[in-house]
Structure formats: structure tokens, C-alpha cells
């Protein structure tokens, strides 16, 4: 596996498998990697000649300077896993690399996707996530990227970027990779106490509940029931929870039977934060 730290190196080295018409399997990350980031890279070895993986802390998608500061970085391990699943190269640029003198994100216009869950509570995150994602896409010009649906939110966000930059890459939303108790697997969860660990299964637990109950009760109904769920736990602190259809990200008044839905949950364990999300399915009556 070849290890770049710099961007011309980087362009170099694609520009040459290109060449010999080779096809390019992208997943960026920000490292401190697990089971389900090593899954991305073994879908984008399979489908593609070659899979690529980024490796960066990105400050400007942080609206919290503490959790910028304390977010995990292992790299020698994250190098071993790589190396595990045979991917063929790994991009470990530094801040300064990525932006040169000036650490500021480009403004965007998601279509309003970005106002949504996440874009309510972060101020300014996806403006970080958009600048990055379109400085690295625009490095490696890979012909697929692979994202996580744990950041579904995200997935879409990127999707609506690549469609308004015109920028020709395949965006790929794969499955959430969960602990043998339901937790989604999360850098984070590193970071998690042992009393907050063995609390947060019951996120998951609580939106398959939910789950249950979409399209036997109204949405309205499904989040008073929810919010009381996490208002009686001793550990966890709800900071959302929202019904929305997965296109527009909107809570809909009326669910249309045609549309997909998702619930979105944000909870803090302790000073950790943790998103998760399920997809919904109306029941016919």
C-alpha cells in the first residue's frame, strides 16, 4: 500500500492508473477506523481496480473546538487495517496541505438539505464537510465514493454537491455497521465511559420501536412517545429525534404512502454525541 502526504504525489500517482484506464474506489474518512469504515474500502476494492482512502481530521466541519481537540486519531493502527484489506492507497495530508494559509470553509447552497437535523444543531457543518469532500474529490477524481449511511444526512448532502458541481463521480450509500448489542459503529465510541458504553445500545433500541410503530401511529405521536423514552433514561440526553423523508430531508405534515422515510436520532452519552438512524416502511393496513 503506498502512503501519500502530498497532493501533487497524490494527482501523480492517479493521473498515471488513469492513464491505463484504471477505475478509481474512493472512501474519505477521518480516521480511528472500524469494521464498518473497512467495509467501504473492501466494496470499493471489489468494484473497482483500485480503492483509495483518506485519511484527514477536517477542522471546519468542528463547531465544537473541544471536540475537534479530543477526536481519535490512530494512524499506525489505521495504516495496519488498510494494509488488512488490501487497499492500494492511503492520503494523510495535513491541515496545512488541504488549505493552505487559510482554514475557512466555501459557502454552499444544499437545496436546503443542509437546514436540516444535523445543519440545525452544527452551525456551519456541512459548509466543512462540502469543502472538504469537494477539495478531495477534486485530488483523487475517483470514479465511486463510498459513504456510510450512518451519516445519511451527509450521503445526501454530498449527493446534491457532486450533482451542482458537475463533478463525474458515482456516490455510493452503504449500509450502517452495527455492534453485536446495536450500537453503530462510531469513532466516537472510543471515547465513550464504560457506564455510557453499556447505556447506548438502547438508541437503537428505541428507533426499532419506533419503527414498529410508523404507519400504525402518526409521526407526531412516534416523537412525544420517543422523547418520553429518553426522558426517563438516567444516561442519555435526546438532542433530536425527527421523522423525514429521505429525499428532502423534511418532516412531512402528512406521510405520503409513495415516499421513503427515515427516523433521525441525535443523543448525548455523557459528552459524547452519537447520531444513528433507521429506515421506515408504512404498514399496509
Known amino acids: 500500500m503506498k ?33 464498518g469504515h473497512l467495509s467501504l474500502v473492501k466494496r ?33 493502527n489505521d495504516i495496519k487495517l488498510l494494509e488488512s484489506v488490501n ?20 459557502k454552499f447552497d444544499f437545496d436546503g438539505l443542509e437546514y436540516q437535523m444535523e445543519g440545525k444543531f452544527r452551525d456551519g457543518h456541512f459548509d466543512g464537510v462540502g469543502t472538504i469532500v469537494k477539495a478531495l474529490f477534486e485530488i483523487v477524481m475517483p470514479t465511486t465514493a463510498y459513504f456510510g449511511k450512518k451519516d445519511f444526512q451527509q450521503l445526501q448532502i454530498i449527493k446534491k454537491l457532486v450533482e451542482k458541481t458537475h463533478l463525474p463521480i458515482k456516490i455510493k450509500g452503504r449500509p450502517i455497521f452495527r455492534e453485536d448489542d446495536g450500537l453503530a459503529m462510531s469513532s466516537r465510541n472510543a471515547r465513550l465511559t464504560k457506564e ?3 447505556a447506548a445500545p438502547f438508541i437503537y433500541k428505541t428507533l426499532k420501536k419506533a419503527k414498529k410503530k410508523f404507519g400504525i401511529e402518526n409521526a407526531n405521536s412516534i416523537i412525544e412517545w420517543v422523547e418520553n423514552e429518553f426522558k426517563k433514561h438516567p444516561l442519555l440526553e435526546l438532542e433530536y429525534f425527527t421523522i423525514a423523508n429521505e429525499v428532502t430531508l423534511k418532516s412531512d405534515e ?31 393496513k
Open 3 to 35: 502512503i501519500f502526504k502530498s497532493k501533487s504525489n497524490l494527482k501523480k500517482y492517479i493521473s498515471g492508473k488513469k492513464a491505463l484506464e484504471k477505475s478509481i474506489g474512493f472512501v474519505p474518512t477521518m480516521g480511528a477506523l472500524h469494521k
Open 44 to 76: 470499493a476494492k471489489k468494484k473497482n481496480d483500485l480503492a483509495v482512502v483518506s485519511i484527514f481530521v477536517n477542522p471546519t466541519q468542528f463547531d465544537n473546538k473541544e471536540d475537534l481537540e479530543k477526536y481519535p486519531q490512530t494512524i499506525d
Open 87 to 106: 487497499c492500494d492507497a492511503v492520503f494523510i495530508p495535513s491541515v496545512e496541505e488541504i488549505y493552505d494559509s487559510s482554514i475557512v470553509a466555501e
Open 196 to 198: 455510557h458504553r453499556e
Open 254 to 284: 402528512k406521510i405520503d404512502p409513495k415516499s421513503k422515510y427515515r427516523a433521525f436520532i441525535a443523543v448525548y452519552a455523557g459528552e459524547i454525541r452519537l447520531i444513528d438512524n433507521v429506515g421506515f416502511k408504512r404498514k399496509n
